[in-house]
T-cell receptor, first 109, second 115 residues
């Protein structure tokens, strides 16, 4: 099946810093989602981005489908950005998501 | 408010008992999914349903069962056959399960602990 790898596994940032998270996947996909899991476990949808670039406030994402990777940019990080960031892609038919292992982000004040 | 609700938020179970986790959505989505998350890990698919009265096994279906009698509801039963049921369970839904309109949205989750 499709493999999804995220890097780095852990990231410690000073408040105000910028960062880039990466998601590599092993096969072509028609969908890619980025999520933020908050300390209470809730998965919050950040981006639905099968290709191209999207921006939402201080966050932006770029997916290069032909090269099988996606990047999530966090600018001017805040303590509320702390948590785990997951990317996920669907397997074949049925829209079954395969998740990467996540990037754990800690933003220090 | 439109969204996905899961209950209970926390659930404790004795070994040998079956328990049922509730998932309800009012988004008029056709497809619904159950995922399991273990500490420090990503999510893994247990079961999914593309339409009412139909469901398929995911990657880790052993020891679990589901039903989809109504479009809005997709309950998950954790049976005594599940060897290590302590985990965080997340329900999701999407408008379709095809290649378009397939963005998945998640409920707040249920934390199950087996005593």
């Amino acid at each position: 099946g499709i493999q999804v790898e995220q890097s780095p596994p852990d990231l410690i940032l000073q408040e105000g810093a910028n960062s880039t998270l990466r998601c590599n996947f092993s096969d072509s996909v028609n969908n890619l989602q980025w999520f933020h899991q908050n300390p209470w476990g809730q998965l919050i949808n950040l981006f639905y981005i099968p290709s191209g670039t999207k921006q939402n406030g201080r966050l932006s994402a770029t997916t290069v489908a032909t090269e099988r990777y996606s990047l999530l940019y966090i600018s001017s990080s805040q303590t509320t950005d702390s948590g785990v960031y997951f990317c996920a892609v669907p397997k074949a038919a049925g829209n079954k998501l395969t998740f990467g292992g996540g990037t754990r982000v800690l933003v220090k004040p | 408010d439109g969204g996905i609700t899961q209950s209970p938020k926390y659930l404790f179970r004795k070994e040998g008992q079956n328990v049922t986790l509730s998932c309800e959505q009012n988004l008029n989505h056709d497809a619904m999914y159950w995922y399991r998350q273990d500490p420090g890990q990503g999510l893994r698919l247990i079961y999914y349903s593309q339409i009412v009265n139909d469901f398929q096994k995911g990657d880790i279906a052993e020891g679990y069962s589901v039903s989809r009698e109504k479009k809005e509801s997709f309950p998950l039963t954790v049976t005594s056959a599940q060897k290590n049921p302590t985990a965080f369970y997340l329900c999701a839904s999407s408008k379709t399960s095809g290649s378009k309109d397939n963005e998945q949205f998640f409920g707040p989750g249920t934390r199950l602990t087996v005593l």
